[in-house]
């Protein structure tokens, strides 16, 4: 994790639940957002500086600071109906999870899962970051990537190495979404872009950190697929450019996992699917960006009416495809007319 960007100040500052030096108000607080724990001191008569800020995306998934100051023994138990990403912004944590045991770091975050008991001991100034992520969703995620029922509790591998290449965008994904929801002015709970930004983390968490049904997921990935399919899932997200489509939403559509698909499209397009709908996308806003001034509402609008929730990464991502900004392609429509 970029830990240097993402602790520039307190993140998500303005979704701020409590602040507290009293243990038992802090351990109420969090119990509200998680699930009731034990919580104690590691050092007696130490004095608690804790804080919890929270903000959910739509209705699965919400981004959490939690800092408790000095080091605290947590005893959640069960987490019952959620999973829980935790990344460690400094220090460190002792983590247990069923017969699993690491020491989280901001290099290595932690990935307990519900069905497995929890216990964890953080040390003194170790603030974390957490993605809590609802069980029911992700389990609904898993079952569109695989295209089949699970039958088997999800279980992820309690060790998220976060400078795996492998998680490289789940891991810019978060640190993007922590950015936009500090700035408040792109992504808003609840909206179009929220659902579409909810469907890509959990997508992304399960096709790149480990579990008990990872090898599933890649199990059909050297089976060959027509370039029909390819054709049809690029028919479809064409069709569907203005949604929140999401990698789940076209294995659904075409019947087929997600490795498959993005083997295939690799075989047959030279590029992934969700690489074909982003550059499908650009097209898109370039398009209306030339046409008549009603046809649309500016940059800003038609970049989000394409589900591009951060205008610098939209704004570099159009000029690396077009070879100039937005804003340029939106004067020489003007001056064309």
Not at 150 to 164: I, S, T
Not at 241 to 259: H, N, T
Request: net charge neutral; glycine share 6%; proline share 7%.
């Amino acid at each position: 994790m970029e830990t240097a960007a993402i602790t520039a100040g307190l993140p998500l500052q303005r979704y701020r639940l409590f602040e507290s030096h009293d243990m038992d108000e802090a351990r109420e607080s969090v119990a509200r957002v998680f699930c009731p724990h034990g919580l104690t001191m590691l050092r007696p008569r130490t004095e608690l500086d804790a804080c919890h800020h929270s903000a959910r995306l739509h209705r699965d998934v919400s981004l959490n600071y939690v800092q408790y100051g000095p080091g605290v023994q947590i005893e959640p138990g069960f987490l019952q109906d959620f999973f829980l990403l935790q990344i460690p912004l400094r220090g460190g944590a002792d983590i247990r999870c069923g017969a699993q045991r690491i020491e989280a770091t901001p290099q290595l975050a932690s990935l307990p899962s519900p069905t497995e008991p929890l216990s964890m001991r953080w040390a003194d100034d170790s603030p974390h970051l957490i993605v809590r992520l609802a069980r029911p969703a992700l389990l609904s995620r898993l079952e569109a990537l695989l295209q089949a029922p699970v039958r088997q509790a999800l279980v992820f591998e309690l060790g998220v190495p976060l400078d795996n290449p492998a998680l490289a965008p789940l891991v810019h994904f978060i640190d993007y979404l922590r950015l936009t929801l500090d700035a408040g002015n792109a992504l808003q709970a609840g909206s179009r872009l929220a659902e579409h930004a909810e469907e890509y983390l959990m997508s992304s968490l399960l096709m790149s950190a480990g579990h008990n049904h990872s090898r599933a997921l890649a199990g059909d990935a050297q089976r060959g697929l027509l370039p029909r399919v390819v054709r049809k899932a690029q028919e479809f997200m064409a069709a569907h450019a203005e949604q929140p489509v999401s990698l789940a939403d076209v294995c659904r559509e075409v019947g087929c996992s997600a490795r498959a698909l993005q083997l295939a499209f690799r075989q047959h397009a030279d590029q992934g699917p969700m690489e074909f709908l982003r550059e499908l996308r650009l097209d898109r806003v370039r398009a209306e960006l030339l046409a008549p001034p009603q046809g649309h509402g500016g940059v800003r609008e038609t970049a989000q009416k394409y589900g591009f929730l951060h205008l610098g990464h939209f704004a570099a991502q159009y000029r690396s495809r077009f070879g100039e900004r937005p804003s340029e392609t939106l004067a020489r429509g003007t001056v064309r007319r």
